[in-house]
């Protein structure tokens, strides 16, 4: 690794500075992304500054009216036990179980997972359909997008010079919803997702009141394919509903061949793996409580 | 250019430790080029296989992905602080008499991840126990031989609690 100095700062208005006033900076949480893309010299700093002291990048707080608040920084070790994400968005907690093995989730954020932009990043897809927005600080102030404006290109995000992620916030899920998030690996743990998709459904009467599907590693950014669950929206929740959702995913991949897989075996798994997911949150939408 | 060291005080293995580094080297670089302690092996250095897992405030990480000026006020253990009073802890007699160990580069990972499980849990299922290690490999044994020890040390431990 070439050079960098490092920093500790305690505050937003601190990182936001350090951020803004040294052009190379770059952002430290978990380093899983990061220290190797700087040891291999596929990035470059000159300072590494470490967010994961500031506390609005590790706050982890619910409350049933006004939803969950997840800090860009906070492990997924952390995510993955805490009670109220167990019970409100089940989801979540089972990705941050996901990504790499025990090692990896001790030290690994989500704000990471996003920021790093990867096509595959295994929580893109399911903060998607839970319709979390991100909030991000910069030298000008802050501003919210949708988490599914995020990525721009692989490797590209919507943070502009001098930004950071601070948190997610995630709306306290609908009665009767449900979600999953699915993936196809070779391997069942330690892999990257050869191709990965969520679902997020409200049931109403035994019909989709509302849906939305997103998918991993099948474009340049995780894709959100909002058609698909516009498609589903007053539509009986039956298979033959499901599989039609499946095909409107499948269509909208535009995946690439690489060493993981090729791209007709990527469009297969589209429709596979969201058919397969919409069944599950539908399972766990009419588990869930009133 | 020149570039000023950066100081860091810790805890490694109980003992307070204070060492001189650059920001770029890793925990590993500090533990076994500055400190001395080479017990902590490097096998990928991005990751992946697990052989340089010590435990940092009560949780395992690689710590090839860690900065050693992260370490600063944290709690470090290594694989040198396994063993307790001279007396091999029981994973490391286990790993011996069951022959988990082949050429042995994998081992001081496996133990320091098992040694993190087991103070949590003190009788995990195979399944848990193969799930918790998803991030450590092991390229001569097969795993078998690592689970079986794994599985007798926890039984060992229990008899003895009771
Ligand atoms: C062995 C291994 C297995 C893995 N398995 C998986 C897997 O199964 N699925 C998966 O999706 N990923 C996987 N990953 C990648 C995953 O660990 C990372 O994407 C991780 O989530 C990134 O979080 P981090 O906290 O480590 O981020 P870091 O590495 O610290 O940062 C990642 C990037 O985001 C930037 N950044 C970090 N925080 C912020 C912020 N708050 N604001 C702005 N920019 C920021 C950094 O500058 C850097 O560019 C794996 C990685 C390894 C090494
Ligand atoms: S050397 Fe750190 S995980 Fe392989
Ligand atoms: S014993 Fe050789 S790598 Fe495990």
Redesign the interface.
């Given at each position: 690794?070439?050079?960098?100095?490092?920093a500790v700062p305690q505050s937003l208005a601190e990182t936001t500075h350090l951020l803004s006033t040294h052009p190379r900076a770059r952002p430290?949480a978990?380093?899983?992304d990061l220290?190797?893309q700087?040891?291999?010299g596929a990035k470059v700093t000159g300072l590494?500054v470490?967010v994961k002291y500031v506390p609005e990048l590790n706050d982890l707080s619910y409350a049933p009216t006004r939803g969950l608040t997840l800090g860009a920084a906070v492990p997924c070790?952390r995510i993955r036990s805490d009670q109220a994400v167990r019970q409100a968005y089940p989801a979540l907690g089972e990705v941050a179980s996901l990504l790499?093995?025990?090692?990896?989730q001790?030290?690994a954020s989500i704000g990471g997972n996003l920021c790093n932009a990867a096509p595959s990043a295994d929580s893109a897809p399911l903060l998607i359909v839970l319709r979390a927005t991100c909030r991000l600080a910069g030298p000008v102030g802050t501003r919210e997008i949708p988490v599914e404006d995020f990525c721009t290109g692989p490797g590209q995000s919507a943070l502009q010079s001098g930004e950071l992620l601070v948190s997610f916030h995630l709306p306290p899920p609908p009665s009767h919803f449900g979600a999953c998030y699915l993936r196809f690996t070779p391997r069942?743990?330690?892999d990257i997702a050869v191709a990965g998709a969520g679902a997020g459904v409200e049931l109403e009467n035994g019909t989709f009141r509302s849906a939305r599907i997103a998918l991993s590693a099948v474009a340049p950014t995780p894709l959100f394919v909002r058609e698909a669950g516009n498609w589903l929206a007053g539509k009986p929740a039956n298979a033959e509903s499901i599989n039609t959702a499946a095909e409107i995913a499948k269509a909208a991949a535009k995946p690439i061949t690489d060493m993981r897989g090729t791209a007709e075996y990527r469009r297969h798994l589209c429709a596979v793996l969201t058919r397969r997911a919409l069944e599950a949150a539908v399972r766990r939408a009419k588990e869930a409580r009133a | 250019m020149t570039h000023t060291l950066t100081r860091v005080r810790t805890t490694i293995n109980g003992e307070a430790v204070e060492f001189l580094c650059e920001p770029r080297q890793s925990l590993l670089e500090c533990l076994r080029d500055i400190l001395g302690l080479t017990g902590t092996k490097e096998g990928c250095n991005d990751g992946n296989c697990g052989a340089c897992t010590v435990i940092m405030d009560g949780r395992i990480v690689n710590s090839c992905l860690v900065l050693g000026v992260e370490v600063e006020g944290r709690e470090i253990i290594t694989i040198e602080g396994i063993a307790q009073g001279g007396r091999l802890h029981p994973l490391q007699r286990a790993f011996l008499e069951d022959m988990a160990v082949q050429c042995g580069f994998c081992t001081p990972g496996f133990i320091v991840a098992v040694k993190s499980l087991l103070d949590q849990d003190a009788n995990p299922s195979e399944e848990q126990i193969r799930q918790w290690l998803a991030n450590n490999l092991c390229r001569c044994t097969g795993y078998d031989k690592i689970i079986h020890a794994i599985r007798q040390a926890a039984a060992e431990m229990q008899e003895v609690k009771v």
């Open positions: 690794m070439k050079w960098f100095d490092y430290l978990g380093g899983t220290l190797v700087l040891r291999s590494v470490d070790c790499g093995g025990t090692q990896i001790n030290r069942n743990e330690m | -």
